[in-house]
C-alpha cells in the first residue's frame, strides 16, 4: 500500500507544490529503486544484529517520513521523505526471514502462501482508499494514513515480536559469513531467478495490457481496470492453494506445479490468438494463468532461497528483493520497446511466456541442484 495507494493524488501533489508532473513521479520510480537498496541492506544487517531491532529502526523511519511528506513544504522535502518512506520494505524482507526462522521450509511454504493472498489485497484496496481519502480530505491525509499505520505497526512489533534470529554456535572468532557467500551458493541463484522472472512476467502484463486492451480490444478504462484485476484474483487465488497444501509438498514441487500452470494458461492463449479467436474475456482468462501460478511458485522460491543458509535467511530475503525489482525494471522497459503499438496481444503473451519458461527452467535446476546435494 506505501507503493501505490498515494498514486490517485500524483497530480494534486504536483499541483499543490507547484511542481511538474514528472518531478512528481519520482515518488514511485525512485522509491522501488531505493527499496531494492535498502533490502540489500536490512537483509544482512537482519543477520548480524537481528531482526527485531532493524525492523522497529525501518518501522521508525518510515512513520517519521511520512510525517515529513504530510506537511511537506515543497517538493524537495516531499520526495527526500519519500524515499526514506522506503524503509517499509523491511516490512516485506524481515516478515519472510521471520516466517523462515520459526517454520520449518515446507511450514514456511504454506504461511508465506497465506501471506502473499493477504499481500495480493493492497493494489486492489489502496488506490480506492487512497482516492477517497484525497477526495474528502487532501493528499495529504494519504501519509497522515501512512503515519498512523505506521505507528500502529511499530507498536505492535514493539509489544509482540521477539527476536528470531538463530542463534550462532560457532566459535564467536569465526567470521560471520555475508552476502558474498550466499552468492557463491548456485542453488540461491535457481530460487531467486525463479522468483524474479516469475514476478517479471507479471511487470511485463501491467505494462503492455493496458495499450493491447485499448488498441486490439477497445475496451474502456473501467473495463481495463477490471481486466488488469483479474491477475491478482489469480495470485490471491494461488496463494490460498500454496498455503493449504504447500507444507506438504517440497518447495521446487510447488514452484514447477506453479510454472506449469502460468506457462499452459498463456501457450492456451497464444493458440487462441494463432487460431484467429481476439477478444478481451480470452486474452485475459489465459493471464489470469500468471497470477494464479505466482501464487504457487513464490512461496516455494521465497522459502527454498532462504533455505540454502538457514543462518542467512534475512540477506537470502534482501537480495532476491532486490533482484525482483531491478529485473521488474529491465522487463518493463523491454516490454515498452518490444510491445507495437497495433495487434500486440501476441508480442505480450510471447514475452510473458518467455520469462515464464524461463523461470521454469530455473525451478528445474533448483530440483537438480537439491539432488546433487543430497
Same mark, same amino acid.
Given at each position: ?33 531505493? =527499496? ?26 518510515? =512513520?517519521?517520513?511520512?510525517?515529513? &511528506? ?7 522535502? @516531499?520526495?527526500? &521523505? %519519500? ?6 520494505? #523491511?516490512?516485506?524482507?524481515? *516478515?519472510?526471514?521471520?516466517? %523462515? ?34 477526495? /474528502? ?11 498512523? !499505520? #505506521? ?5 505492535? &512489533? ?9 542463534? %550462532?554456535?560457532?566459535? !564467536? ?21 525463479? *522468483? ?18 485499448? *488498441? ?13 484485476? =483479474?491477475?491478482?484474483?489469480? @495470485?490471491?487465488?494461488?496463494? @490460498? ?7 506438504? @509438498? ?12 502460468? &506457462? ?9 490468438? /494463432? ?31 532462504? *533455505? ?5 535467511? #534475512? ?17 518493463? !522497459? ?28 530455473? !525451478? ?6 537439491? %539432488?546433487?546435494?543430497?
Amino acid at each position: 500500500m506505501s507503493l501505490n495507494m498515494f498514486l490517485p493524488s500524483l497530480a494534486n501533489i504536483s499541483a499543490d507544490l507547484k511542481t511538474d508532473y514528472s518531478t512528481v513521479s519520482w515518488a514511485v520510480s525512485g522509491y522501488l529503486a531505493i =527499496t531494492a537498496v535498502i533490502q540489500l541492506i536490512i537483509g544482512p544487517l537482519s543477520d548480524r544484529i537481528g531482526r527485531r531491532p532493524v525492523l522497529l529502526a525501518a518501522l521508525l523511519v518510515f =512513520t517519521i517520513a511520512s510525517v515529513g &511528506c504530510a506537511f511537506a513544504p515543497n517538493v524537495a522535502v @516531499f520526495l527526500t &521523505c %519519500r524515499m526514506l518512506q522506503g524503509g517499509i520494505i #523491511g516490512g516485506y524482507a524481515l *516478515s519472510l526471514a521471520i516466517v %523462515r526462522d520459526t517454520r520449518t521450509e515446507r511450514e514456511a511454504v504454506s504461511l508465506i502462501g497465506y501471506i502473499g493472498m493477504g499481500m495480493a489485497i493492497a493494489p486492489m484496496i489502496g488506490p480506492m482508499l487512497g482516492g477517497v481519502l484525497d477526495t /474528502f480530505f487532501g493528499w495529504r491525509s494519504v501519509f497522515s494514513f501512512y503515519a498512523v !499505520a #505506521g505507528i500502529g505497526l511499530l507498536l505492535l &512489533c514493539w509489544v509482540d515480536l521477539g527476536e528470531t534470529k538463530p542463534q %550462532r554456535l560457532e566459535d !564467536a572468532a569465526t567470521p560471520v559469513p555475508g552476502t558474498t557467500t550466499l552468492i557463491r551458493e548456485p542453488l540461491f541463484w535457481a530460487y531467486a531467478l525463479c *522468483s524474479t522472472l516469475s514476478v517479471g512476467a507479471f511487470y511485463i502484463f501491467l505494462t503492455g495490457a493496458p495499450l493491447v486492451a485499448q *488498441s486490439m480490444f477497445n475496451v474502456t478504462t473501467a473495463e481495463l481496470g477490471f481486466y488488469i484485476g =483479474t491477475i491478482t484474483v489469480g @495470485f490471491m487465488i494461488g496463494g @490460498f492453494l500454496a498455503g493449504r497444501v504447500g507444507k506438504n @509438498f517440497d518447495p521446487t514441487t510447488m514452484m514447477i506445479a506453479g510454472r506449469v500452470v502460468a &506457462c499452459v494458461g498463456l501457450a492456451g492463449g497464444l493458440a487462441l490468438l /494463432f487460431s484467429g479467436i481476439t477478444s478481451a474475456e480470452l486474452f485475459f482468462a489465459s493471464t489470469i494463468f500468471v497470477g494464479l501460478g505466482n501464487g504457487i511458485t513464490m512461496p516455494g522460491s521465497n522459502a527454498g532461497a532462504m *533455505s540454502v543458509r538457514p543462518d542467512l535467511a #534475512g540477506s537470502a530475503a534482501g537480495l532476491s528483493g532486490a533482484l525482483i525489482v531491478a529485473g521488474g525494471a529491465i522487463l518493463t !522497459a523491454a516490454t515498452g520497446n518490444l510491445v507495437p503499438p497495433t495487434n500486440g496481444a501476441f508480442a505480450l503473451l510471447l514475452l510473458m511466456l518467455a520469462a515464464s519458461v524461463l523461470a521454469l527452467l530455473f !525451478a528445474v535446476w533448483a530440483v537438480w541442484l537439491r %539432488r546433487e546435494v543430497v
